[in-house]
């Protein structure tokens, strides 16, 4: 099928605390949804047959929770019957947005995913609702090639949004196809927790998802192209991710992503949106990918090893990473923390004078969110001394051939692999031998900046 994801530079309230008329609001969005309606009809021309579109994308960001009121359309919940908002716009007040986006589908006969912010009135005896009497929320709109308004999400992981809400349950939503089946979706932070994400694909075996977000990059493990690509490889499924584009704010990073290839979007030079059209293959349930083969022949620890280079301590993504430099062309390494051990064997097929380093993690990270993380990361260091080890690094020259694998506790595993420019490559063969998983690649197509298994365990968030 064809698949459109746009990356959008929103245009953004000069001042979002300032409370505003409802009518200065729709004049604001209405800018965005006036260049989104120009890429649905791009879109459609190019055979498109769904179009994602990012999260924030048409309110922006920075409100308090009083002041993005006025910029929040009444979105009844899935579960409250058909409603065709671009045919039907007289059902409900305060639904201009989604009636312009349901009418874009319409109009141009296609699916478009988009995310908005949606209020619900609540009475003040009910628990949980706020002392201001409505929920708002961060959300997703699913509308058909009709126009019919199919599913709605809401988000559930929030990323310091003290303007929405957390719903009572995490919303697993869904929406039916006839071109791909079935599609599951979720926002941004999402990704990264067991619920709605793990929990949407495993329940319903989903091969399809659509994924609006506003990624903040953080490398060297959380750039969003990187990310979304482990993610797809992970769980074998089809993702259509729009992401903000904003590289002021380090926010860039869209794109169509299958296990085995992708079509992607990482720009930080330069400003405007950016939309991409691909044609995917439809995952289904018993399609196979290169990702089951065994990897080759694992040298058993020990065999003729040289000394170990010394272990130092770095901090990384924010967390104090156990690392054990890269020196000479080839090598086996260790490193361990906690119960995770990591190795490594590897030949550089092109010497340069780059450090890298072989890092492990086994705890709970805790800034800008809390969740547990097992990694096993082979990142290129910023400079030649190892404190700069876990910095932000984009231009790599070295190629490596390399087998990485750790004995990880968890079953959820994200394989990373990063290579200069942000651009991203695909192992030769990974998976589980031996209760480890592994990671391998001959000869990576650019420089490398990241090869790393990032685990998730979740019972231990």
């Not at 920075?62 to 993005?68: A, E, G, K, L, V």
């Not at 999400?153 to 697993?172: Q, W």
Request: charged share 15%.
């Amino acid at each position: 099928y064809v698949a459109a994801v746009y990356e959008h530079e929103s245009i953004l309230s000069p001042a979002p605390a300032v409370l505003v008329e409802r009518r200065a609001a729709l004049e604001l969005m209405g800018r965005n949804l006036d260049i989104y309606e120009q890429q649905v009809l791009a879109a459609a021309r190019q055979g498109a047959q769904i179009i994602v579109f990012p999260e924030d994308g048409i309110h922006g960001f920075n409100f308090t929770r009083s002041s993005i009121y006025p910029y929040l359309d009444f979105i009844p919940h899935s579960h409250s019957g058909k409603w065709n908002p671009c045919r039907e716009p007289y059902l409900y007040n305060d639904t201009e947005v989604v009636q312009r986006l349901s009418c874009m589908a319409l109009q141009n006969k296609i699916f478009l995913v988009a995310n908005l912010g949606s209020k619900q009135p609540c009475e003040r005896w009910e628990p949980r609702c706020p002392p201001d009497g409505r929920f708002q929320f961060n959300t997703n709109v699913a509308l058909g090639a009709d126009g019919a308004l199919l599913a709605t999400y809401r988000k559930h992981n929030l990323y310091f949004e003290s303007a929405f809400d957390t719903p009572a349950r995490p919303d697993h939503a869904l929406f039916d196809t006839p071109f791909a089946g079935r599609f599951g979706m979720f926002t941004c932070f999402d990704i990264l927790f067991y619920e709605p994400a793990v929990s949407l694909i495993r329940q319903y075996n989903l091969k399809q998802i659509v994924y609006p977000t506003a990624w903040m990059n953080q490398l060297p493990l959380l750039s969003a192209v990187e990310f979304q690509q482990a993610f797809s490889t992970a769980f074998n499924v089809n993702i259509l991710a729009a992401n903000i584009h904003h590289p002021t704010l380090g926010m860039t990073g869209s794109g169509i992503y299958t296990p085995v290839k992708s079509f992607i979007y990482h720009n930080m030079e330069s400003y405007g949106g950016k939309l991409i059209v691909a044609e995917i293959p439809v995952i289904t349930a018993d399609y196979k990918t290169n990702l089951e083969k065994t990897p080759g022949r694992v040298s058993e620890k020990g065999e003729g090893k040289e000394q170990s280079p010394p272990s130092f301590y770095a901090e990384m993504m924010y967390d104090n990473f156990t690392f054990v430099p890269l020196w000479g062309e080839k090598g086996e390494l260790q490193v361990c923390a906690n119960s995770l051990c990591c190795y490594l064997n590897y030949q550089k097929a092109v010497l340069t004078d780059e450090l890298y380093a072989l890092g492990v993690f086994d705890g709970l990270h805790t800034v800008h969110g809390t969740y547990y993380v097992q990694a096993c990361a082979l990142v290129k260091c910023g400079g030649l001394s190892f404190s700069t080890c876990g910095q932000e690094v984009t231009d790599a020259t070295a190629l490596i051939d390399f087998q990485l694998w750790g004995n990880m506790s968890t079953p959820y595993i994200f394989p990373l692999l990063l290579t200069s420019g942000i651009t991203l490559d695909f192992a030769d063969h990974m998976g589980w031998k031996n209760n480890h998983y592994f990671l391998s690649k001959n000869r990576t197509s650019a420089g490398l900046l990241t090869a790393a298994l990032y685990g998730r365990w979740y019972e231990k968030d």
